[in-house]
Every structure is written in structure tokens, then in C-alpha cells.
């Protein structure tokens, strides 16, 4: 059975450009004047009743637009969402609690809020009451609480009575150790009795141990989908790609200013060094064993007769890792004119590095080696960050594909 | 509409009940200051008016004024509370309309108990002093409840179209207080009708809470009726702006959680 279908889902938020634009929307002739905003577009989910559904991805990437939708709390501008059974949500902790009331006057209006009846309330009160653990504090003002208590106090209410499909927005990460590990044993005493489970997170080791299945959200669409372990794995690949990216960058600046990593007779010049990724764009954070390329710049300055472009990667300490160039890889060579640039890639189809910061060196010579008629070398011309891409643990500057067959009795 | 609202009475019940506690919660008195209040009013509405500035309306005596005004009073602070509370109802409330999914006509329909519950008890004062006074109206006071139904459900109406535009447009907010204090002087509660110019005669019978006004005034200090015209007046354009402020409501409810 299907608990919640939801079919190429659209939100769009308006944005004007001046308030007095959505007075004369209304007025004859009636035509739009904001710009629609997508903060999700086609969306396509289906969960099947029982199952347990994790939503992850990064801040604004319209996750929580997501299951407000699902929730009823805002409609979709496009598509529609279906759902079958009590929805129980907790999209926020604590939505109708007032510092000046007591526990127990905070439960009722917060159940009431849910959708409950005062009866199903008051059974349920020594429940969450002792649920929340929070004792003789129950009929003295919320505002007496310590936080903990009060996030116990919601998550208690919220979860008082089994809903068909439960809905959770980071909520787990509540109280300390002990609490979190009550709260998760009550969802999937939950989940054994049916219920259907919705859950954005985080905490990986949350949605792998509640989730059988995963969607990846990034800018407004799903992106990914499958086994917890493969989406997340995909999800902090890129956020940590990312996160090197901007710190690379802060710091590249200062490398490029380093002028004792300069030497050469200059006759020609490298004019710049990127590396690209697969699908072309720039980038200084690679995810281990992706594809890349390096492209060099070069400028020719006098009447040479062959020019060699070499490159070589270090590590951080300074040990060379790998190193070629256009000779020895018996790339084709072009007549060089003087006052002309040229572009030379390396392509690297695997780039078998372990996880740490790399920086590249280039060097324009002659013939097989720099240390004969050295044109331009350029020390440091970039710094960049290989990042684990998932798999098993390993050390080191290179990363070899290992695989074990375990102890064998001899 | 009406079916969510019954699911959610116990919630609105709840709500209304918390409204009052919260506005006296930790004094000694609590509830009694809601009818200290009304009291207040018109004991220095009486003192004032009859015995320190002594105005006579015609054919009346020192308290003629006094009822006729407390009967004005009570019913404009039962219009503008309406109308000034469900004008920033949806603003102050963003929190449960964007956190929970709820029937979002019950807040709307919290206000206007609340402020209906604070009138009635007011008015209870009211007949309390005309008690004391010797000067109840007898039965023909039972017309006061058909004009304060129009009253509040003018009030309502107008409230939540206000209420659901100034979420939009949120000059609403301040502009529409100032409006008030304009109404409320451009309608005779303070002084009588007999005092305006005649040529702006014409222009005051525009105004809906005149006529309801003066229906209250008629009751208490007369014991006139209300005639079946100004109640048939009075209902069209309660019913009027009830449509409207529940049609502006729904085609924006939606929009109303995106905005806020």
C-alpha cells in the first residue's frame, strides 16, 4: 500500500521587486508582475506504507519546503501530493508551547494543535509526562524548564500517539545520549507497528540505522536516490568538496605571490594552471580516483624550436608524488610562433591519490627535462585537495585499488 | 471550513481559555480585571459627564448622557478590538501557520470569541449600573443582541480581509489604527447626532456603526426599538463584508504561509 505519492511537485515563492507590484497584480489588466522563485520542481516521490524515508542535503536546498509540503502546511504551486493516514509531524519542537503555562497545559494545547481530542489527551498525559521524564517540574510554568526538558516535554507530546506516517525535521538530535536513544527506540517501535517514517537529517549514523532508503535534495531537486549508505556517501563527497574548495581558494592567492618559486630564462611564460573536472569546470577539491585535467597556459616569447610542458604533484610536505611531462609522454608538437599562446591538457583518467593537499609544479623546457634550458618553472602554481570518495579506509599518498581475501588457515 | 473548525472546537475552546489566563496570569485578582475594567469606564464616564462637565442631552437627566454613552463605548470596543486584532491575527501567529498544519480559520475565530467574551462581560456591567440606576430599558434590551451581532460579524468581516492583507501589504498595520480613531469620531458616541452640521447629515448615515450605534443608544436611553429597516441595513452589510473578508481569506490562505 502506498502511503504518500508525490507527483512532479512544483513550489515557487513570489518575489517582487517593489511591494506596490502585488497591489497592481490585482488590478485590471492583471498580469504577473513577480518573478516566481523554484525552490523545488519535479519532484517525484513514492513511499510505500511501512517504509522509511530519509531526506538529505545541504541548508536551502529545499528540504524543508519539502515536507512542509507533504505536511499540508503549504501547498505545491505545480503537481500534487497525496497522502493516505494520520500525519504526524515535527517539523519544529515545541509549536504552541507557552513559557507561562504549566507541562501539562503546554501538552494540551500542543495535542490540541495536533489534531487530537481532549480525551485522547488526558490518557495519554501520564504518558508523556513520564515519557519526557521531567518529574515534579509537570505542573510548574515551562518557563522553570531547563531546554533539555522542554525539547523532551515536545518531542513526548509529538509522539504521543502512533500516526500513520511520522514526520521528523532534524528532531532526533535532542537532549543528550540518553534521551536521543529513547527517542530513537520509540520511532521504530513505530516503525514495527506500521507507521511510515519521513526523516531529514544530518546525522548519518541516524539515517542509516532508522532509513532503508535515501533522496539527495540539491537546489530544489531530487538528485540522487537509493540506499542510505550510497546517498550519503554522494552527499559528503560534495559537501566536502565544497567546504575544500572555499578554503582552497582563501588561500591560493597567497601561493601565487611567492616569487622565489619562480625561475626560468623566460623566453617562454606559463600564463596559468587549472584544473578541471569531467564536466569542465574549475575546480581545486577532487574527489579520489575522479577524472581530471590539468591545463597549462603558455606564452611564447622567442624563436624556440621544440617546448616541453611538465608537471609535477607534491605533497604536503614536499615529496614528489607524481611527476611527467609532453616529452616523455610522446605528445604531438606544433610549430611555435613567437607572441602566440598555446593550451596544453593532461588528462588524468584516474587520479589515484589518498586524501590529503597536493600542490603542482610546472616547469616549459627543452627536450626531456627541466634542468636543461629552463624557459619558466613555476613552484606551487597551484594547491589543491584530493578527498576520500567513499570505500574502505586508507593512509597514504597514493591510493591503490586493494581488495582482501581475509586470514586463510595454512 | 466548517467541518475542520468543529474538529479543532477543543483547540479554539483551549485557545480563547488561555487567552484570558495569559492576560492576568500571576495577579492576585485575575479574572475580576476584566470586570474592573468596564467598571472603570463608567464610573468615570458617569463622574465626568454628569458631575464635573455636566452636558444634558435633550429631555434627559444627569445619567442620560452617561448611558448613552457607556451604550456607544462598549459597542465601538467591541468593533475595534475585533478589527485590530484580526488585522495582525496571521502576523503575530506565523509561527503556527508555517510550523503546524491546522485548520488556519480557527485563529481568526479565537479573536473574535475572545472579544465578544470581553464585551459581554462588559455589558454585563453595563446592566449591572442601569440596574442600580433604575433606568434598565426592560425587555425591548433583548434587541441589543441582534445589533451587537451585526456589530461583531461587521467587525469579523472587515477584520479578516484587513487581517489577510496586511500580510501583504503590511502599511495596513499602522495605517489602519489611525483610521480607527478617525471612525470613532466621525461617529456620534461622544456626542449626539442632533450636534453635526446638517449638510454632513447625509455623509454620518454612510457610516454602519452610526446607525448600529445609535440603534444601542435608542435602546438604553429611550427604550426605542430598533427599526426593521436598520436591521435589515445593518445585516446586508455585515453579510457583505463577511463574504468578503472569508472570500479574501480563502483565495489567500495558501499564499498567506508563503508570505509570512
Given at each position: 500500500m502506498v502511503a504518500l505519492v508525490l507527483s512532479n511537485v512544483g513550489k515557487a515563492y513570489r518575489r517582487y521587486a517593489h511591494p506596490r507590484d502585488r497591489l497592481l497584480e490585482l488590478?485590471?489588466?492583471?498580469r504577473p508582475r513577480h518573478e516566481p522563485i523554484w525552490v523545488l520542481r519535479n519532484v517525484d516521490i513514492t513511499v510505500q506504507s511501512g517504509e522509511s524515508l530519509a531526506i538529505v542535503g545541504q541548508n536551502g536546498a529545499g528540504k524543508s519546503t519539502l515536507l512542509k509540503l507533504i505536511t499540508g502546511v503549504t501547498k505545491p504551486t505545480e503537481g500534487a501530493v497525496h497522502r493516505h493516514g494520520r500525519i504526524g509531524a515535527?517539523?519544529?519542537?515545541?509549536?504552541?508551547?507557552?513559557?507561562?503555562?504549566s507541562g501539562r497545559q503546554n501538552i494540551l494545547i500542543a495535542g490540541q494543535l495536533m489534531g487530537l481530542e481532549v480525551n485522547e489527551i488526558s490518557r495519554a498525559m501520564p504518558a508523556i509526562a513520564e515519557f519526557a521524564e521531567i518529574g515534579s517540574y509537570?505542573?510548574?510554568?515551562?518557563?522553570?524548564?531547563?531546554s533539555g526538558m522542554q525539547l523532551r516535554l515536545a518531542f513526548s507530546v509529538a509522539t504521543a500517539i502512533r500516526p500513520d506516517i511520522l514526520i521528523l525535521?532534524?528532531?532526533?538530535?535532542?537532549?543528550?545520549a540518553y534521551f536521543q536513544h529513547k527517542c530513537a527506540a520509540r520511532i521504530r517501535a513505530f516503525r514495527r507497528d506500521g507507521t511510515t517514517l519521513l526523516f531529514v537529517s544530518h546525522d548519518p549514523t541516524a539515517v542509516r540505522s532508522l532509513c532503508d532508503r535515501a533522496v539527495l535534495i540539491e537546489r530544489g531537486a531530487i538528485v540522487q536516490e537509493g540506499p542510505p549508505d550510497f546517498v550519503l556517501e554522494h552527499y559528503n563527497a560534495n559537501i566536502a568538496r565544497r567546504e575544500a574548495e572555499y578554503r582552497i581558494r582563501a588561500v591560493e592567492g597567497a601561493v601565487d605571490r611567492?616569487?622565489?618559486m619562480r625561475s626560468g630564462d623566460r623566453k617562454a611564460t606559463i600564463e596559468g594552471v587549472d584544473i578541471v573536472d569531467a564536466a569542465g569546470a574549475s575546480t581545486r577539491a577532487v574527489l579520489s580516483n575522479a577524472s581530471i585535467r590539468i591545463r597549462v597556459t603558455v606564452a611564447v616569447h622567442a624563436a624556440l624550436e621544440t617546448l616541453t610542458v611538465g608537471f609535477l604533484i607534491r605533497d604536503r610536505v614536499g615529496n614528489d608524488a607524481f611527476g611527467t611531462n609532453t616529452y616523455h609522454l610522446a605528445a604531438p608538437a606544433v610549430p611555435l610562433d613567437v607572441g602566440a599562446r598555446y593550451v596544453c591538457e593532461f588528462a588524468?583518467?584516474?587520479?589515484?591519490l589518498g586524501q590529503g593537499h597536493y600542490s603542482i609544479a610546472v616547469a616549459l623546457h627543452?627536450?626531456?627535462?627541466?634542468?636543461?634550458?629552463?624557459?619558466d618553472w613555476w613552484d606551487q602554481a597551484l594547491a589543491f585537495e584530493v578527498l576520500h570518495a567513499g570505500g574502505p579506509h586508507r593512509i597514504g599518498i597514493v591510493d591503490l585499488p586493494v581488495t582482501s581475501t581475509g586470514l586463510r588457515r595454512l | 471550513m466548517i467541518a475542520s473548525l468543529w474538529r479543532y472546537r477543543g483547540f479554539v475552546r483551549t485557545s480563547v481559555a488561555r487567552d484570558f489566563q495569559l492576560r492576568y496570569r500571576?495577579?492576585?485578582l485575575g479574572i475580576v480585571w476584566t470586570l474592573l475594567q468596564p467598571i472603570g469606564t463608567v464610573v468615570v464616564l458617569t463622574i465626568v459627564f454628569t458631575?464635573?462637565?455636566?452636558p444634558r442631552l435633550?429631555?434627559?437627566?444627569?445619567f442620560t448622557y452617561s448611558i448613552y454613552l457607556c451604550a456607544g463605548v462598549f459597542a465601538w470596543g467591541l468593533f475595534a478590538e475585533i478589527v485590530q486584532r484580526e488585522l495582525n491575527v496571521f502576523i503575530e501567529n506565523g509561527n503556527y501557520l508555517k510550523k503546524s498544519s491546522f485548520p488556519r480559520s480557527s485563529l481568526p475565530l479565537i479573536v473574535a470569541i475572545t472579544a465578544i467574551i470581553n464585551f459581554v462581560l462588559a455589558f454585563a456591567i453595563y446592566f449591572v449600573f442601569l440596574f442600580a440606576i433604575d433606568?434598565?430599558?426592560?425587555?425591548?434590551?433583548?434587541?441589543?443582541l441582534p445589533v451587537i451581532l451585526m456589530i461583531a460579524l461587521l467587525a469579523v468581516g472587515l477584520g479578516i480581509l484587513l487581517g489577510t492583507a496586511n500580510v501583504f501589504f503590511r502599511d495596513l498595520g499602522p495605517a489602519v489604527p489611525i483610521v480607527l480613531q478617525f471612525w470613532f469620531w466621525l461617529t456620534p458616541i461622544v456626542y449626539?447626532?442632533?450636534?453635526?452640521?446638517d449638510f454632513i447629515k447625509p455623509w454620518f448615515a454612510m457610516n454602519p456603526l452610526a446607525s448600529a450605534v445609535a440603534a444601542l443608544q435608542d435602546i438604553f436611553t429611550g427604550g426605542q426599538a430598533p427599526t426593521w429597516q436598520t436591521l435589515v441595513t445593518l445585516a446586508a452589510i455585515a453579510l457583505i463584508a463577511c463574504v468578503a473578508g472569508l472570500a479574501a481569506f480563502r483565495s489567500q490562505a495558501d499564499n498567506i504561509v508563503d508570505e509570512l
Open positions: 488590478l485590471p489588466p492583471r515535527i517539523l519544529e519542537l515545541g509549536v504552541g508551547f507557552h513559557p507561562e503555562f509537570f505542573d510548574q510554568p515551562l518557563r522553570t524548564y531547563s525535521d532534524e528532531a532526533l538530535a535532542i537532549g543528550d611567492r616569487p622565489a588524468v583518467g584516474a587520479i589515484a627543452e627536450s626531456d627535462q627541466h634542468l636543461v634550458r629552463n624557459h | 500571576g495577579s492576585a458631575r464635573v462637565m455636566q435633550p429631555g434627559g437627566d444627569g433606568r434598565f430599558p426592560g425587555w425591548v434590551a433583548l434587541w441589543t449626539p447626532v442632533a450636534v453635526v452640521p
